[in-house]
């Protein structure tokens, strides 16, 4: 399962380091690596992992993939929280909704 999170049009770019800290607020032990094909933050203790799209480190959207049994509860409310503080928005087939 995954669940798709960006910024409104409207907003600025969000850092790499913003996020980071943000999932750190969380408790969260996220790690990131750069990859010839794109962004991911990994979390210490889950297989949910998070691919983020970035230019120059700045990101505007992102791909929660889910572990497996990590559907529902943790670590994905922390995450949907820390995207939340940082005015990113929730988007599903209706379009997009708060996360917080």
């Known amino acids: ?8 049009e409207s907003a600025p770019p969000t850092t790499l380091a913003e996020v980071i800290a943000a999932l750190r607020k969380e408790f969260l032990s996220p790690r990131h ?5 794109g962004d991911w933050i990994y979390l210490e203790c889950y297989d949910t992992v998070i691919s983020i799209l970035s ?3 700045l990101s505007n959207s992102a791909t929660i993939e889910h572990g497996e049994g990590e559907e529902d509860g943790e670590p994905i409310d ?5 995207f939340g503080r940082l005015g990113w928005r929730g988007v599903d087939a209706d379009g997009e909704y708060p996360l917080v």
């Open 1 to 8: 399962m995954e669940t798709l999170v960006r910024l409104p």
């Open 33 to 37: 690596e750069a990859k010839a094909w």
């Open 55 to 57: 230019n120059n480190g």
């Open 78 to 82: 922390s995450i949907l929280r820390a």
